[in-house]
């Protein structure tokens, strides 16, 4: 039987459609409240006059064909990209004066295209269908990421668009060269698509007689099964987010790893000392829009310093921390070296070793990218921690 996935209590959503009245229940996994302002869209609607309705924060209700649904929500996604209707000339963008500011200018342009691409809703009936013409069956990619839920609601195309391409990502998965297999996350569950921090911890030199590891923050649990895979006889792996415990628990069992690692609800760490802890928490101080980017984003670097502080009193004697971090944060201004280090020795910590590489992702060599110059000047470290 599958799981109930918790989520929040989904709001009500109102409209007039004919002459009436009408509401239904709202569902928002970014956590957007429901659109104050709804009209009715369908194959005749202009994706010029759309696109500007959207901007102004008015939602469009499809009822037309779920095909050209799609086909509207791909051009409201080249106007957004371009700032203005097809034909018109784009508006030159502001220069950021730092890095910093291209940081924030480019969240900032996110945001914006996320809630104005997020105006574009449709209609789900009872069981997942969807009353549309040429609809697809996405029952099995909304039960995966909501869970059982039976009854109708409203959401934007754009978030469904998600839930079917991660239902892709769990199905196919992604394959990890340092397992030899392949790790399938689930919605909401990082995908471990930056290989080399995975290829560090399977070629760092592991502590001496290392028979037990923490792993803080599982995510899709491929740093657990590394870690097993490389012989330490048990790791504990911690997380607080349920779907990530799930998505872990399912690929441990599919891998054959799951009598090597317990999976358990923590805050950080659990009880008791290792001789090898590793985390890897999210790179950039900065606060997540969305469930999905708290992988990414750690507000105040929260989970960072949390770790670090805690650090030495979870490790035995002769025992490491293993600490996986991109500095992609002090090249965009918002963390300097000099921060981390101190922060590592007023944890009581000392640095015993660090591993670099450079990323290989398509944005490190992606000239258009806002954030060019502090991706390509990108390096993720695998920092090896002891206690003073």
């Known amino acids: 039987m599958p799981e109930q996935i918790s989520s929040p209590i989904p709001q009500q959503i109102h409209w007039e459609e004919n002459g009436e009245q009408h509401s239904a229940l709202w569902r928002s996994e970014t956590g957007m409240p429901p659109p104050k302002r709804v009209i009715i869209a369908d194959d005749t609607t202009n994706a010029d006059v759309a696109y500007r309705l959207a901007c102004e924060g008015t939602a469009l209700l499809w009822r037309g064909d779920f095909q050209n649904a799609r086909q509207l929500l791909q051009a409201l996604a080249r106007r957004a990209d371009h700032k203005g209707r097809a034909g018109k000339k784009a508006k030159a963008p502001k220069v950021p004066a730092s890095p910093t500011e291209a940081f924030h200018l480019h969240r900032q342009a996110q945001s914006q295209r996320a809630r104005t691409l997020a105006m574009l809703l449709i209609p789900f009936d009872e069981g997942y269908s969807i009353p549309l013409r040429r609809a697809p069956d996405v029952k099995l990619a909304c039960n995966e990421a909501y869970g059982r839920y039976e009854q109708p609601f409203i959401a934007s195309l754009r978030e469904l668009l998600g839930l079917i391409g991660a239902h892709e990502w769990r199905r196919t998965g992604v394959e990890i060269p340092a397992l030899g297999a392949r790790i399938h996350p689930h919605y909401g569950v990082f995908s471990p698509v930056r290989g080399e921090y995975v290829q560090m911890v399977a070629d760092a030199p592991l502590p001496a007689g290392a028979k037990l590891a923490f792993d803080i923050g599982v995510g899709t649990g491929v740093l657990s099964a590394v870690l097993a895979k490389r012989g330490i006889a048990r790791v504990i792996a911690t997380d607080q987010d349920q779907r990530a415990l799930r998505c872990a628990r399912e690929n441990l069992a599919l891998l054959g790893y799951d009598s090597q690692v317990e999976l358990q609800v923590a805050d950080l760490f659990p009880e008791g000392r290792a001789p090898l802890v590793v985390c890897n928490p999210p790179w950039v101080p900065a606060r997540p829009s969305s ?42 201004g918002l963390r300097p070296r000099a921060q981390l280090l101190e922060w590592i020795a007023a944890a009581g910590l000392k640095v015993l070793d660090r591993i670099d590489v450079r990323p290989v992702h398509p944005r490190a060599a992606d000239a258009t990218d806002p954030l060019h110059a502090a991706r390509a000047a990108e390096v993720t470290s695998l920092w090896r921690l002891g206690a003073e």
């Open 291 to 332: 469930p999905i980017e708290y992988a990414v984003y750690d507000p105040d670097s929260g989970m960072l310093r949390g770790f670090l502080n805690g650090l030495s009193s979870h490790l035995t004697p002769g025992g490491e921390g293993w600490l996986i971090l991109s500095d992609l944060a002090e090249h965009l």
